[in-house]
């Protein structure tokens, strides 16, 4: 079959919006266009109930003040703080503030949170999140036992039924059309066949989630391997922060699991070798409840001092003074995790532990309205939006605080869809020219991936690139680690170019999709080690062993990742601060 | 220690009905099922194909019959199965390639009960509505539901007439009915009531056995029965 012929064989779907990604930003996207009747598809990798938001436990933030007083103006502090000031604080503001009005619209769509003896939202404990500015620990997270995140993808699924919400299920996205500075649409690609489908769209929204799957310890599914992030990147989008990844302290010792930290917000307890609560010598008055990207590197402190379990590399987390009763209650799905991947019963013994790679703070740069963004002047893209983990507003700096992803995805998710509406509305139904043969660039590297009788395993690559960026782009850096990284990943990526599948058919080849995967994950790392290697500062999750103060005389500024040959080409773009100048940060 | 692994393949491209391949797999004895498929796909055959994401039990995507039970292949430890391991989609499913079946019939079914909140009290302004901590205990167990298939395809009566509306959407209906601020348990629980509904349990309990949710199907199947007795009709 010629290309040509091909090419005129490939369906044109045509859609006002297209969504990529079925989690809880593209679901809430989807519903506001549904309700507001616009034309719009869903296009997942997955089924939607599949996506990651589900594996979310411990719960969703929001200053109802419930069961002590709370105000927004708090949980933006707590956010702006924890992401060490790196944090736009319009930004903040907005999350901390729709905060509420969203967790009380799940509420109304269904959601069974837990509820406290007069019927309200039950509240619980999250590291990171304090009253009154600093003081104590407060009662913030709303949750659904320690499943929060499940009930939120499968409430919003439900809703998107209830609404008509159109979707194109196991499709899986492999370009986004942008021609002359303008968004056209994407070109998905049928797992159940094999083939093409291109969708114009004059809204193109990525939802696509994040890119753990670049480290080898990791609480992401295998799914996470920053498709939209790589294909925005390719197409001359920026990536933003990429160097701020950050890794959860209580991950299931060698597979990464996450154990969630509503088990410390329930009172759970990290201790060393010798049974010593060692969060009292790095944060002495949040203790365990500090966030994460401190406690992580507390865990690995203790761990480089011998004082790990056996002189290994894990800790304890402790539940064992809770009781039955509230683990069976508030955290039965982690602790069955427990007992399912570790063969520990977690009511008798103590949890075995260690960080696992589990959030992208950085990602596709967008402004508050969910709208790309391309430049240091925060430019818009007309007709590319993005929300979730794959995007950077930036609400979480330097470091996520623990529940605020569940409120970045709805929040933003939600104005997604909105920005969205507004544009095509102004756009009277017009959408924009298709550029010419749009499936064709992609065809030709699936084909040349599916018909190479020879070359690399793409597996091999990825456990290589995983392995690597765990041990020199992980909790601590340095100069030489990330050197060596840059070499490598350049090795890798050579070899990447010689990709070969034992599988040549079209009917779900999911070894042909894996492969694609790995490309996108190695644009990623490219993009995270570079900014990595420019920041010399220690900020958030991004650790400098040779620099391991943080300066904001010189790097208080966003980094702009673009592709270039030879490498990516860094810019800088400043970091909005309204009512809270940065300070030296304690817990 | 070495495993004997026996896996069920069909390629739509090249065989006219599915066979048996065996591998033999290094494992540990905490290793999942999952660990082996993937042992086989990246380092064996990678013409192997099967659905997974989370790959910890909690996104439903590798449910497929092992040992001749149906269970998520990420959840599932060798040292819970011995050394011999077979592997085969889920039964009663039409199969599209190796482990994965046509879910579309399965879903299809689950928006049929009208799996979604129906209140007619517009909800307070800023503010949740109430319930109390035995009301939302009410409905607990059937949230759990990650609509992976696993009890619908184990089920004899879903065998016997594929029309059976099956036990993964009669929980996720159970989910409404016993929502205290749900106002329309009764057009759900008539699509129940209907020949191809509730009727068809047999109380065989093995959707029972194949939750990796550990849902109690037959329980809420038997509640959904008896609210139908009470209100449906």
């Known amino acids: 079959m010629s290309a040509a012929a091909t090419a005129a064989q490939t369906p044109v779907h045509e859609y006002q919006a297209v969504i990529v990604g079925a989690g809880g930003a593209g679901l809430w996207a989807a519903l506001e266009l549904a309700r507001n009747g616009v034309k719009a598809a869903v296009l997942t990798k997955l089924y939607p109930t599949r996506s990651h938001t589900g594996a979310a436990q411990g719960g969703i933030c929001a200053a109802l003040g419930n069961l002590e007083e709370d105000k927004p103006e708090w949980h933006m502090y707590d956010t702006i703080k924890g992401g060490d000031y790196l944090v736009d604080q319009d930004a903040a503001e907005i999350l901390a503030q729709e905060a509420v009005e969203t967790v009380y619209a799940l509420e109304h769509m269904g959601l069974p949170f837990n509820r406290t003896p007069d019927g309200k939202i039950d509240q619980r404990r999250f590291g990171g999140h304090t009253r009154n500015f600093g003081e104590a620990p407060v009662k913030r997270a709303c949750y659904a036992a320690d499943r929060t995140g499940h009930m939120i993808l499968q409430t919003l699924y439900q809703q998107c039924i209830k609404h008509g919400v159109e979707f194109f299920d196991e499709y899986h996205v492999v370009d986004v059309l942008i021609e002359g500075g303008v968004t056209r649409g994407v070109v998905g690609y049928c797992i159940a066949d094999g083939s093409l489908h291109v969708f114009r769209a004059g809204a193109v929204m990525f939802a696509t989630g994040g890119f753990g799957r670049m480290f080898k310890i990791t609480s992401n599914a295998f799914s996470l391997t920053g498709d939209g992030c790589a294909l925005a990147y390719r197409r001359g989008v920026p990536l933003e922060d990429m160097e701020f990844f950050q890794f959860h302290p209580t991950g299931i010792v060698g597979i990464g699991i996450l154990l969630s930290e509503a088990a410390r917000g329930e009172g759970g307890i990290l201790r060393n070798d010798s049974g010593e609560r060692f969060m009292e010598r790095y944060a002495p008055t949040m203790l365990d409840l500090a966030p994460r990207d401190l406690v992580s590197r507390a865990i690995y402190m203790e761990i480089r001092e011998g004082r790990g379990i056996g002189g290994k590399d894990y800790v304890h987390l402790d539940l064992t003074h809770l009781g039955k009763k509230v683990i069976d209650e508030k955290l039965p799905d982690i602790t069955e995790f427990a007992r399912v991947y570790q063969g520990i019963e977690p009511i008798t013994q103590p949890v075995p532990i260690q960080p696992t790679a589990h959030y992208a703070m950085g990602g596709i740069p967008t402004n508050v309205e969910a709208r790309v963004v391309f430049d240091e002047k925060n430019t818009v893209l007309p007709g590319l939006y993005a929300a979730g983990e794959c995007a950077c507003v930036s609400v979480h700096g330097a470091n996520r605080l623990g529940t605020n992803s569940l409120l970045d995805i709805l929040v933003f998710g939600r104005r997604a869809g909105r920005a969205m509406t507004e544009d095509v509305r102004a756009s009277n139904g017009e959408l924009p020219e298709l550029p010419a043969a749009p499936a064709e660039p992609v065809r030709g590297e699936i084909e040349a991936i599916r018909t190479r009788s020879r070359g690399e395993n793409a597996q091999h690559i990825r456990v290589e690139l995983a392995a690597a960026m765990m041990d020199d782009c992980g909790v601590f850096r340095t100069t030489q680690t990330l050197m060596d990284m840059t070499r490598r990943l350049r090795d890798l990526g050579a070899r990447y170019a010689n990709v070969a599948v034992k599988d040549s058919g079209r009917i779900f080849n999911t070894e042909l999709l894996e492969a694609r995967e790995v490309g996108y994950l190695l644009d990623c790392a490219e993009a995270t080690v570079a900014a990595a290697l420019a920041r010399t500062e220690s900020r958030g999750g991004h650790f400098r062993e040779d620099f391991p103060e943080r300066n904001d005389t010189d790097w208080l500024k966003h980094s702009l990742a673009y592709r270039a040959e030879g490498g990516p080409d860094l810019k800088y773009k400043p970091v909005t601060i309204t009512k809270f100048q940065p300070k030296p940060r304690t817990y | ?233």
């Not at chain 2, 006219?16 to 290793?31: I, N």
């Not at chain 2, 599932?76 to 994965?100: E, F, T, Y």
């Open chain 2, 1 to 233: 220690m070495q495993v004997d692994l026996r896996v069920q393949r069909f390629d739509p491209e090249r065989d006219s009905k599915p066979h048996w391949e065996r591998y033999t797999v290094q494992s540990e004895p905490m290793d999942r099922v999952l660990d082996l498929l993937h042992r086989v796909k990246w380092e064996a055959d990678g013409s192997l194909t099967f659905r997974r994401s989370c790959a910890h039990g909690v996104c439903g995507s590798d449910a497929m019959m092992i040992n001749g039970r149906n269970r998520l292949a990420c959840k599932i430890r060798v040292d819970q199965l011995g050394r011999k391991i077979s592997v085969a989609p889920l039964p009663g499913m039409k199969v599209i390639k190796d482990l994965v079946v046509d879910m579309d019939e399965f879903f299809a079914k689950y928006r049929s009960v009208m799996p979604y909140l129906m209140a007619d009290d517009e909800p307070p302004v800023n503010a949740e509505r109430h319930q109390s901590v035995h009301e939302r205990e009410r409905y607990d167990d059937t949230t759990k539901c990650i609509l992976c298939a696993a009890c619908t395809s184990s089920c004899p009566s879903f065998w016997a007439q594929p029309e059976y509306v099956g036990p993964a959407a009669i929980v996720n209906a159970h989910r409404f009915v016993f929502d205290s601020r749900d106002d329309h348990a009764y057009e759900r629980l008539q699509i129940l009531a209907d020949q191809d509904g509730v009727w068809r349990c047999r109380t065989i309990f093995n959707c029972v056995d194949a939750c990796p949710r550990g849902i109690n199907i037959t329980r809420a199947i038997l509640e959904v029965n008896g609210a139908i007795g009470e209100r449906g009709r």
